[in-house]
């Protein structure tokens, strides 16, 4: 019998693509045989009405996640504007001895003073808008300060809070 008459390379690689085929099939099938069981033992897990009650009841005593918001509270009623609340925190450090506070430092006191909970971000722009305009004085330190009077001596006592530096018109 002669070779001529089959193609023989050609039915070898047949075969071959067919074992890798088989090979293939036989790898999904394993894959599926592992997926339904642990889909059974799931099953079997869930028609547990024990467990079910146990989840439920782990689930309830679960305290809940309150989602943190950026931002804290909203200002209190009452409490003074933004610039009158730093301006009185500054004076007060001032009169403690401190060349001026950090912008953390001024968002805590104004915090502990008037606004618990009070967030950075909350009042922080605001400070540096501030400092931009010259209402507050932000040094090179990056300490918040209180801009110097014109006039003013080194050291001369501070007004008290609430004092403007010129006197009304009817008191000129």
Known sequence: MSTDRFDIPSLEAR???????????QERAAKL?????????LDAVLSDDNFMAE?????????????KSKLG?????????NFEMAKMVLISAERD???????????????RRYWPGLQPQQILPMMYQYAKHGRLNKGD???????????????????????????PDFMR
């Open 97 to 111: 001895g401190k060349a001026g506070l950090t912008a953390a430092e001024l968002v805590s006191e104004i915090g």
């Open 55 to 67: 989840v439920a009841e782990f689930a309830l005593s679960v305290p809940k996640r309150q989602s």
């Open 141 to 167: 330190d990056g300490l918040f300060r209180l801009p110097k009077r014109e006039g003013e001596p080194k050291g001369s006592p501070k007004p008290e809070v609430g004092e403007d530096s010129t006197p």
């Open 15 to 25: 075969l071959a693509e067919t074992e890798r085929k088989i090979s293939a099939l």
């Open 33 to 41: 045989t592992a997926a339904i069981t642990s889909l059974r033992a």
């Open 73 to 81: 509270p909203a200002r209190p009623e009452g409490t003074p504007s």
